[in-house]
T-cell receptor, first 112, second 109 residues
Framework: SQTIHQWPATLVQPVGSPLSLECTVE??????LYWYRQAAGRGLQLLFY??????ISSEVPQNLSASRPQDRQFILSSKKLLLSDSGFYLC???????????FGSGTQLSVL | RKEVEQDPGPFNVPEGATVAFNCTYS??????FFWYRQDCRKEPKLLMS???SGNEDGRFTAQLNRASQYISLLIRDSKLSDSATYLC??????????FGKGTSLLVTP
């Protein structure tokens, strides 16, 4: 089975502050990992995906970055948050032979 | 044209009613199709896959029309607990999943 740990559940940060959201997964080796954002009233937007350690693909240019230091760890970061970075951030995992996505419980980020 | 389009709703239906959601997709090369359910402030969860021949899971029936690039989800005998947002998802091998914005359903007593 696939288990995705994502924290924190809720985060309130001032504009200009840094961000680090961590996601760790269990149950599958070499998983494809994803970071999505869901802004209020909008659909899920793919931010980054990773097919392996150190391999990051960015879907949307912005002030966010991602890193994959270990096989089962995926980190979303920002050096300086913007108001527009507010949203619901979701980490997701897809097995190498499985088209389905499974999501972590998400982090609700409010930038004030 | 957006890759996956859904009627945002909201659909307000009484308990016991039958409700249907539609979804259209633009990429004819799409191969895999899913319906996800998302409760307020929660992560999306896989509801069911959608197969070419149509498939049923209890009160839920999903259908795919490749010629029209159209997917549907039918919910029979609606329960209060069915209230949620239903996301249509389309993908093909080697590509990221494309999510619709979702259709909101509210089942009332």
């Amino acid at each position: 089975s696939q288990t995705i740990h994502q924290w924190p559940a809720t985060l309130v940060q001032p504009v200009g502050s840094p961000l680090s959201l961590e996601c760790t997964v269990e149950g599958t080796s070499n998983p494809n990992l994803y970071w999505y954002r869901q802004a209020a009233g909008r659909g899920l937007q793919l931010l980054f995906y990773s097919v392996g350690i150190g391999q990051i693909s960015s879907e949307v240019p912005q002030n966010l970055s991602a890193s994959r230091p270990q096989d089962r760890q995926f980190i979303l970061s920002s050096k300086k948050l913007l108001l527009s970075d507010s949203g619901f951030y979701l980490c997701a995992q897809k097995g190498p032979t499985n088209e389905k996505l499974f999501f972590g419980s998400g982090t609700q980020l409010s930038v004030l | 044209r957006k890759e996956v389009e859904q009627d945002p709703g909201p659909f307000n239906v009484p308990e016991g009613a039958t409700v249907a959601f539609n979804c259209t997709y633009s990429n004819s090369a799409s191969q895999s199709f899913f319906w996800y359910r998302q409760d307020c402030r929660k992560e999306p969860k896989l509801l069911m896959s959608v197969y070419s021949s149509g498939n049923e899971d209890g009160r839920f029936t999903a259908q795919l029309n490749r010629a029209s690039q159209y997917i549907s989800l039918l919910i029979r005998d609606s329960k209060l607990s069915d209230s949620a947002t239903y996301l249509c998802v389309v993908t093909r091998t080697g590509y990221a999943l494309n999510f619709g914005k979702g259709t909101s359903l509210l089942v009332t007593p």
